[in-house]
């Protein structure tokens, strides 16, 4: 059954929660990482994630933002 709403994967989603989405330049200006509901879903959703979408956002966060702090709670 289709809903007609555009849907993401849910390590996506938390990519982009993230900061996956700002440049190089917005990145050096930006001073939060992340806002508050945003850390509270990617704690909501880690367990329900894949190990293979674990691998995937540690991998892809990694590159953009190795200091970023979900990045310990993906290495498992």
Same mark, same amino acid.
């Given at each position: ?29 930006? &001073?939060? @990482?992340?806002?508050? #509901?945003? %850390? ?5 959703? /880690? ?11 540690? &991998?892809? @966060?990694?590159?953009? #933002?190795? %200091? ?5 709670? /993906?290495?498992?």
């Amino acid at each position: 059954m289709s809903w007609g709403v555009p849907t993401a994967a849910a390590e996506v989603v938390l990519f982009f929660k993230a900061g996956g989405d700002l440049s190089v330049r917005d990145m050096r200006t930006t &001073e939060r @990482l992340f806002r508050d #509901r945003d %850390e509270q879903d990617f704690f909501a959703l /880690l367990p329900t994630l894949s190990e293979g979408q674990c691998l995937w956002l540690r &991998e892809s @966060l990694g590159k953009i #933002r190795p %200091e970023h702090p979900w990045l310990v709670h /993906l290495d498992s």
